[in-house]
């Protein structure tokens, strides 16, 4: 099992930066696909980026993908979302989740990631 912690959210302004930072536990971690998800309040939880066990596979949303960036360093079971040019619109909870598998394949179902963080907050004011 591995279990998940989000950091690197907060509070910035339109335009700006964040990185959000998710540490796995456990030592198989290169054995996880990892996606980062976003739940802003009264939407549904919805797939912003995935990357495959081995980094070699990425997808980003398509609303998002010139202005953020998924990757992940297996040896310090970490994965990441840099997040540039920040809009309004991006204030989310934003939650990292894993799936055990080793393909060259990226999920973005909710329902396909069976470990789930406990969620990093992201507020981006006007």
């Known amino acids: 099992q591995v279990q998940l912690v989000e950091s690197g959210g907060g509070l910035v302004q339109a335009g700006g930066s964040l990185r959000l930072s998710c540490a796995a536990s456990g030592p198989t971690f290169s054995s996880y696909a990892m996606g980062w998800f976003r739940q802003a309040p009264g939407k549904e939880r919805e797939f912003v980026a995935g990357?495959?066990?081995?980094?070699?596979?990425?997808y980003v949303l398509d609303s998002v993908k010139a202005r953020f960036t998924i990757s992940r360093d297996n040896s310090k079971n970490t994965v990441y979302l840099q997040m540039n040019s920040l809009k309004p619109e991006d204030t989310a909870l934003y939650y990292c989740a894993a799936r055990r598998e080793r393909a060259p394949v990226v999920r973005t179902g909710v329902y396909e990631y069976g470990y789930w963080g406990q969620g990093t907050q992201v507020t981006v004011s006007s």
């Open positions: 990357i495959s066990w081995s980094g070699g596979s990425t």
